[in-house]
């Protein structure tokens, strides 16, 4: 039996900071898409998909901005059909 090298030892803490910061990364997604705002009976979460059928977001794949400029626009088209009056 032979002992880890440093750089295996430093590859195992940053493998294990990643998993850690991949868990946390899943459970953000998930609390966003659950209060996002869409009603819940637009929300898909069967097989563990995290998608809105309302605002069309796919919360496990989009990317962070891609969440951002479709709520952009969403926010845009509400401001150009009410005349910059908002909700
Ligand atoms: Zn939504």
Redesign the pocket.
């Known amino acids: 039996m032979s002992y880890p090298t440093r750089t295996e030892l430093n590859n195992d803490v940053l493998r294990a900071r990643i998993s850690k910061l991949e868990e946390e990364r899943y459970r953000l997604r998930f609390l966003l898409w659950l209060r996002?705002?869409?009603e819940i009976t637009?929300?898909y979460g069967d097989d563990g998909e995290m998608s809105?059928?309302?605002?069309?977001?796919d919360f496990k794949r989009f990317t962070v901005e891609q969440i951002a400029n479709t709520w952009k626009a969403a926010a845009r088209r509400v401001l150009d059909e009410t005349g910059g009056e908002g909700c």
């Open positions: 996002h705002g869409c637009a929300l809105c059928g309302k605002c069309g977001i």
